[in-house]
Every structure is written in C-alpha cells, then in structure tokens.
C-alpha cells in the first residue's frame, strides 16, 4: 500500500527541493507464504470425496452445503460428480486419476511374436539361399554329363 505524505506547499517545495516534488517510494509487495509459486491441480483423495460427501449429506437439511463447499475448495459441479459415481458404486472412480495419455500395457505374447518374426524372416533367406545352391548344382550336373537321381538323392 503507497505511503501517503501531507500535501506540501507549492512555494515551500520549490525553495527547498530546488523545485521538484518529493516521490513516493512504494514499499515491494511480499510474497504470500500460502501461495506456491507454480501453481497445482488440487487433487482429492478418495477418503476426502466420502468425507466431504458425508458432510453435505448430513448439512443438506440446515443449508450449510455452500459453508462446506467454500471451506474445502469444491465446486458444486464436482461435488455432483462425486454423487454421481457414489450412486453407481464407483469407489474406485472416487481416487484421483493420473492426467495425460494412458501408457499401453505390454503385451506378454509380444516379445514371443518378435523373436517368431525374426526366426521366420532369417530362415527364409536360408531357403533362398539353399534353393539357389540346388538350382546350380543341377545347371552343373547338366552341363557335365552328370546324370541325377528322380528323387533328387545321390546315386
């Protein structure tokens, strides 16, 4: 709050000041020890949604719901809610919920699936590879005179 002076005398000033009018120092605000300096989402655990929700129900009949809102921070809208998931059975929907995206449980048969993948596509390229190595021991075979056996064993 600025710290007020008395007025001061035009011509008594500017004898005294060399004309220029005394200034006002404002004294710098204190911070206030109850507020953080970030502030935060206040949470209620699910203890405190069944507490405060015991006490509106038992002041609903002397009016003194909006006393208790006010006291604890609450909204009417949550307090709704809160009754909302009372009445469903929804205990465990009382307890706060972590915010932002969901991590995905991992699958058990994944890693299984990964190294199947993996064990299919290495003997695949042995086929190949084996399929090549026939196909040119017959271009060989035919190509030197070698005759082959119809079933493919050797003679």
Known sequence: ???LQP????EAGAATNGGRRPT?????ASASPELSDRPRRRTFTAR????ILAETDRAAETGGIGAILRREGVYSSSLAEWRKQRDAG???A???AKRGPKAAEPNPLAAKLALAQRD???LTLRLKRAEAIIELQKKVAELLGIPLAPNGDEP
Not at 24 to 28: I, Q
Not at 48 to 51: E, F, G, L, S, T
Request: glycine share 4%; hydrophobic share 55%; aromatic share 4%.
């Open 94 to 96: 009382l307890a706060p």
């Open 1 to 3: 709050m600025p710290m």
């Open 48 to 51: 405190d949604k069944i507490r």
């Open 24 to 28: 006002v120092v404002v004294a710098p």
């Open 7 to 10: 007025p001061i005398d035009a």
């Open 120 to 122: 299919n596509a290495r």
């Open 90 to 92: 929804a205990f465990g």
